[in-house]
């Protein structure tokens, strides 16, 4: 008779779990999958140059993406929860300030557009990219006030709006610059939940008085965490860059099919991470470091478990349905070696991410940046030599070992930072 309340709780347990992630790995999932259509559309649409600039473009956007988490999303989700009342109102510089990195990834995007496509996806992707930042601190913001079903709102309205996007341009067809005017048309859906109270907010202050109130985030937190960002954006992505620049758009194509399969896992790294941040920072605001360890622990088995259904989802659409993913002037072997070498860093990042959700709720980011640099150092060696010296696919593989230097350095303090605890309970 013990044994049915404990199975209860147990399965109660589980449900929680399930309902705590549910909801942002589905809306986060439906947002990828809407890429993964965007991309598809791409392959049988575009050729191998327009696939590579394609797939280039949507790396540096998902860069602004952790560009955001590092200069506004982390510090103030960190900010609005060290208190149990939380002021809505409060820290309202943040606003001016997303809007000016929004605008600079913006005029990124229009470059790159401009030198590898033409002058009208310069337009548009330069639009696309600055109003994605836009929509990406709406979410950040919704998940720092615990409300995650205004952002899956948004996630919801955003991938429904590139679908009908991509079933008109199936009819009509689309160049390069109409994908981009389908990204843009889908982030203004995605805005929608938001209200304009929330589009306000980024012109309620100038920006030299946001960026002077913004200085002391800057010195603390944000100098630190950009440091770790893109030391780890050159490092995780560098395979990206140094392909494109050093063999053109062409070979990346490959490389693009096979991040392709994992893009739905680093979709749902970046929500979850959203969604657990606050609730580790509380947790070791408020002292209780047992529900920040097990938070972690939920954390890291809710990725592993994405990781392994993105994993039979990949060999099964490669073994039976090679023909709606693959293009025939694309090599097979080289795409099938490139799903095999992402998933092995994906599931690298999956256990390295919860660790260092928790080392940046501890505020721990000048240790988290140095090994973040140390790890940096290693990619990007071993990254170009890769691409020199053999075929350009396997410079993944020197993003891997960059990676795993990179998780070692994080389990290492994060373990140090356990024992400590021990110590003094």
Known sequence: MAEAPAANGRTQRLGTIFGRFGLASFSSAIVSVSHLLVQL??????GAAGIGTLAFLLVIIQFGYSLSNALVSTPYTILVNQDEEVDRTAHGFFFPVNLLLSASQGLVCAVIAWATASPQAALVFGLAGTLSLVRWFGRSNAYAHHAPMQAARS????????????????RTGADLAGIGLILVGASLAGLLPFGSPYLRRHFAM?????????????????????????????????HSYAVTLLA??????PIAVGMLFFRPVNVCITALTQLERPR??????????????????????????????????????????????????????LVITAVALCAMLSLVQCIQT???VMTQARRAFR?????????????????TLLTLTVAPVFSIAGVVVSQLVMMLGIWQLDRRWRRQQRMEG
């Open 367 to 383: 240790p988290l940046a140095a090994q973040s640099l140390r790890s940096c150092g290693v990619g990007i060696g071993a990254v």
């Open 248 to 253: 053109g758009p062409t070979a990346f194509a």
């Open 155 to 170: 996630d919801i309205a955003y991938a429904a709006t590139i679908l009908i996007g991509l079933l008109i341009a199936m």
């Open 41 to 46: 559309f791409s392959i049988h649409h575009l």
């Open 280 to 333: 580790m920072t509380r947790a070791v605001a408020r002292g209780d470091h047992g529900a920040a360890i097990q938070s972690e622990r939920i954390f890291m088995g809710a990725l592993l478990f994405l990781w392994l259904a993105t994993c039979g989802v990949a060999a099964i659409a490669l073994y039976f349905f090679p023909g709606l993913i693959l293009k025939p002037t694309l090599d097979h072997h």
């Open 206 to 238: 100038g920006p030299v008085s946001a960026l002077r109130a913004y200085r002391p985030v800057w010195r603390d937190q944000s100098a630190w965490t950009l440091v770790g960002v893109l030391s780890t954006e050159a490092t995780s992505n560098a």
């Open 354 to 356: 919860p660790m260092s």
